[in-house]
């Protein structure tokens, strides 16, 4: 009963919890557009990457003296992406070499910055996010990167489409492929790096995988594939939540999970339909 009673309602007495969900209400979309790329692009490892990196933007933030790291994060996120862009192009070794090669050396580099004196433990929680230490000024900042993705996606989508298809076959439309892998590596670079005092360097990946993964199991078009994934994140970002608040636990792994068994459902239900 008191499970239940913390579950449904006592969660709404507090101002932190009210914050954290219209956090997630806003981020949950976010995630479901940008995942259906990522997860059709065959880009978590890049994704995953971008996380690991944060580290290393958090660390130039504190070595130039800013009150927040934030912008030096996002700002390196994005010098960053395009950097795994240009030498992914380049092709000297495959893609998930490549990938892992830059992801091990951002979170090293970025541990070591920070680590120096002993200094680590005041940014150990970058690493699993807390959702509920968001604040009210900090909401602008998700809506915008919300409804600047929605106005890329509308304006860009057919072309990514393509160059998830075949790079070849966008190139032949007309596309200008370097262009758009940097302007979408870009934009992902910079949610991620946004998202990542709230959702933590761990745990992002799975956020943009996991409810496209899932749609994708279940969706019948690409309408449906795009619409499930961004009701998925939401469904799930919002019980997780409450179970987060419920259960005493990190929210950012709690949504993790809620996320992991409905992939796992949806997986069922599909080699069911197979």
Do not use: Q
Request: net charge positive; charged share 10%.
């Amino acid at each position: 009963m008191e499970f239940l009673s913390a579950f449904f309602w006592e969660w709404t007495d507090y101002g932190f919890m009210r914050l954290a969900l219209c956090a997630v209400l806003l981020m949950a979309p976010l995630y479901g557009l940008l995942g259906t790329m990522v997860v059709d692009g065959r880009m978590s490892f890049f994704s995953d990457s971008l996380g690991h990196s944060a580290m290393t933007g958090i660390a130039l933030g504190v070595l130039l003296g800013l009150d927040t790291p934030v912008w030096a994060m996002v700002a390196f996120g994005v010098l960053y992406a395009l950097l795994l862009v240009y030498v992914k192009a380049r092709g000297a070794a495959s893609t998930d070499t490549t990938l892992g090669v830059f992801s091990a050396t951002g979170m090293a580099l970025g541990v070591v910055l920070l680590s120096r004196n002993g200094g680590f433990a005041r940014y150990s929680n970058y690493l699993i996010g807390d959702l509920l230490a968001i604040e009210a000024g900090d909401l602008a900042a998700i809506g915008a990167a919300l409804a600047a993705t929605v106005v890329f996606w509308f304006a860009a989508y057919n072309r990514l489409l393509l160059l998830c298809v075949s790079p070849a076959l966008a190139a032949s439309r007309g596309v200008r492929v370097r262009l758009a892998e940097a302007c979408f590596a870009c934009l992902l670079a910079v949610v991620v790096m946004l998202s990542i005092r709230w959702v933590g360097t761990l745990i992002i990946s799975a956020m943009l995988v996991l409810p496209a993964a899932a749609a994708r199991n279940l969706a019948r078009n690409v309408r449906g594939y795009h619409g499930l994934s961004v009701l998925l994140a939401l469904v799930c970002g919002v019980v997780g939540l409450l179970l987060s608040f419920a259960w005493g636990t990190a929210s950012g792994a709690t949504i993790v999970l809620s996320l992991s068994l409905c992939y796992a459902l949806s997986l069922a239900k599909r080699r069911r339909g197979a």
